[in-house]
């Protein structure tokens, strides 16, 4: 099994930065597209961005050019770089990872909860 451990969220102020982290641990051969999804109240959970095992990535329309996805093979970990943060990024961060072990299957964190307000 694997574990994904986030971490990151917080309170900031609108125009402000957070950088969010999810690392794997386990059992596995290999990490294929790891991304990060968000959930407001009242709302359904939404794609942020995504990133392959190669780096490409893919970004909501409403975070081009604010958000940065990345990550670490040799960690195991990826990450979401937030800046110019608005109050409608308030949602709980989930990552999701697609784990590749005798058999492909998504694993998902706990969620880390991001609020963007003065």
């Known amino acids: 099994q694997v574990q994904l451990v986030e971490s990151g969220g917080g309170l900031v102020q609108p125009g402000g930065s957070l950088r969010l982290s999810c690392a794997a641990s386990?059992?596995?051969?290999?990490?294929?597209?790891m991304g990060w999804y968000r959930q407001a109240p009242g709302k359904q959970r939404e794609l942020v961005a995504t990133?392959?095992?190669?780096?490409?990535?893919n970004y909501a329309d409403s975070v081009k050019g604010r958000f940065t996805i990345s990550r670490d093979n040799a960690k195991n970990t990826v990450y979401l770089q937030m800046n110019s943060l608005k109050p409608e990024d308030t949602a709980v961060y989930y990552c999701?990872?697609?784990?590749?072990?005798?058999?492909?299957?998504?694993?998902w964190g706990q969620g880390t909860q991001v609020t963007v307000s003065s």
């Open positions: 386990g059992s596995f051969f290999s990490l294929n597209a």
């Open positions: 999701n990872v697609r784990v590749l072990a005798f058999i492909e299957y998504d694993r």
């Open positions: 990133i392959t095992s190669g780096g490409g990535t």
